[in-house]
């Protein structure tokens, strides 16, 4: 199905599947009529498909949500990319780091992505019982659900540290789920992706449009993941395979980078909610008498290098300050001009760059991160020796990803730099707990047991 065909099917996709993925709460199961909806959803590979498509409109039917927009704003406010204009808003929580487990913004990332993740373990349910799904749908749809839960743990447990591992719809069971260890997670995620690689096609489905999972974006995430758990060679080995698919280039002119069907796409989200806009367009670009509700922080407008393209492209200035402008496009009625971006090769470049110089190859770290800076405008870096090449990879990392799915945010803790940077940006409200996000209390009423971060 294409993505054109997404949206003109939605009312039918939400009345057929959403019966059956109501109740998406942690602690929920399916009832009997439920389970009776499943099988009929499940009886033939086009309502396989329809309830796939019911899962992603349910991804991007709420604004702000973690998948929606919700991550690349609020992890942009906790780090130093950006400042919130607006006191009154809740995201200025992120800025001024006084989160309570009440926040109702952080109550919303947290429950909303496993409200996604029920979506994606009542979809391989159904597929697992199925009899009338064809092989290869079945085999395609499975990587697919995988895929993206892996993709919600991936943020979870980096949001908030050890999190509940729920795997099926089982009440007897998510009710009682404990807290698991990040090591744990990170596992599921692991054999998540290896398994979506081995079912996902390499093509895209439908008409080739980017915005559903292939094999490539299974690698992109599990390259991350590798690097972020300190393993070089097989970062580097997974994002050399993303590198050389002739499929994905870096795209010359930056305004285009965003754009629905971008060559540098690895994996992208259509719109569907309101008049069709990103929700990134809606957090950024919306201003009051001129002045928009979030601005660049003055240390990152100061961190481009003069001659950069990216902040000529993708930063906007203002009376107030300059603004993030990735995203152009703030209303759009029919099949939206941009798409949200999860996965792109960039960040690919950038990902074999860190990993060759953790190995000792600086020259390789160095031809990956000049590729970046020559689409920006710029000169080859002047870095030498290890550890100043990988400080320019963070440095680019920041100005190439800023306000991108929590990036930096994350870069800082991984790199064990959030108390240094942040103690200095935050001051005086930083604190060494705000690392991680507090377990909403409804989550801490409704699973009795469950611990809270340290520190709230």
């Known amino acids: 199905m294409t993505m054109r065909g997404l949206v003109k099917t939605l009312l039918w996709a939400m009345m057929v599947t959403l019966p059956f993925l109501a109740c998406k709460r942690l602690v929920d199961t399916p009832t009997p009529q439920n389970r009776q909806t499943a099988d009929r959803v499940f009886s033939n ?12 409109i349910d991804m991007m039917n709420t604004v702000r949500s973690l998948m929606n927009g919700g991550i690349s704003l609020d992890a942009g406010l906790t780090s130093d990319e950006l400042k919130c204009l607006s006191p009154a808003l809740p995201e200025d929580s992120f800025y001024l780091d006084s989160l309570t487990p009440g926040n109702l913004v952080c109550t919303d990332l947290f429950s909303t992505a496993y409200n996604l993740i029920y979506d994606w373990n ?7 019982t199925s009899t009338g799904v064809s092989a290869p749908v079945k085999a395609a749809l499975q990587g697919e659900a995988t895929f993206n839960r892996a993709v919600l743990y991936f ?8 999190v509940p591992l729920a795997l099926g719809t089982d009440y007897a069971v998510n009710q009682k789920l404990p807290r698991m260890a990040v090591n744990s ?13 081995a079912r996902l096609p390499p093509d895209y489905p439908g008409d080739g449009e980017r915005s559903r999972p292939n094999q490539v974006a299974a690698r992109a995430l599990l390259a991350r993941v ?9 970062a580097e080995s997974m994002a050399t395979q993303v590198i050389a698919d ?5 795209v010359a002119n930056p305004d285009s980078v965003f754009l629905a069907g971008s060559r540098e796409a690895i994996w992208q989200l259509q719109p569907v909610h309101g008049r069709m806009a990103t929700a990134d367009a809606g957090a950024f670009l919306r201003l009051l008498a001129g002045k928009p509700n979030f601005v660049l922080t003055q240390q990152l407008s100061a961190s481009f290098e003069t001659g950069d393209l990216r902040k000529v492209h993708w930063t906007k200035n203002s009376l107030y300050g ?7 496009q703030i209303a759009a009625s029919g099949v939206p001009p941009e798409y949200e971006m999860v996965l792109r090769l960039a960040e690919q470049y950038l990902i074999r760059a860190e990993a060759r110089a953790q190995e000792g190859d600086v020259a390789g770290a160095m031809a990956d991160l000049n590729i970046v800076r020559a689409r920006s405008g710029l000169a080859a870096t002047t870095a030498t020796g290890q550890a100043g090449v990988l400080a320019a990879i963070l440095h680019e990392r920041r100005v190439e990803l800023f306000t991108e799915w929590g990036h930096r945010w994350l870069d800082l803790k991984r790199l064990g730099q959030a108390d240094a940077v942040l103690s200095i940006e935050k001051n005086p409200g930083w604190q060494a707990k705000d690392t991680l996000y507090p377990i909403p209390a409804t989550q ?3 699973s009795p047991g469950m611990q809270q971060n340290p520190g709230y």
Do not use: F, H
């Open 185 to 197: 997670v990170y596992l599921q995620v692991v054999s998540d992706l290896e398994e979506a690689i």
């Open 226 to 234: 590798w690097l972020y758990e300190g393993q070089w060679a097989a």
């Open 45 to 56: 590979d086009a309502g396989a498909q329809e309830a796939m498509t019911g899962c992603y």
């Open 246 to 250: 002739g499929r994905y280039q870096l």
């Open 122 to 128: 009542s979809v391989l349910a159904g597929l697992s």
């Open 444 to 446: 801490l009423l409704a």
């Open 155 to 162: 943020y979870l447990v980096n949001l908030y540290g050890d």
């Open 322 to 328: 300059a603004y993030p402008y990735k995203y152009k």
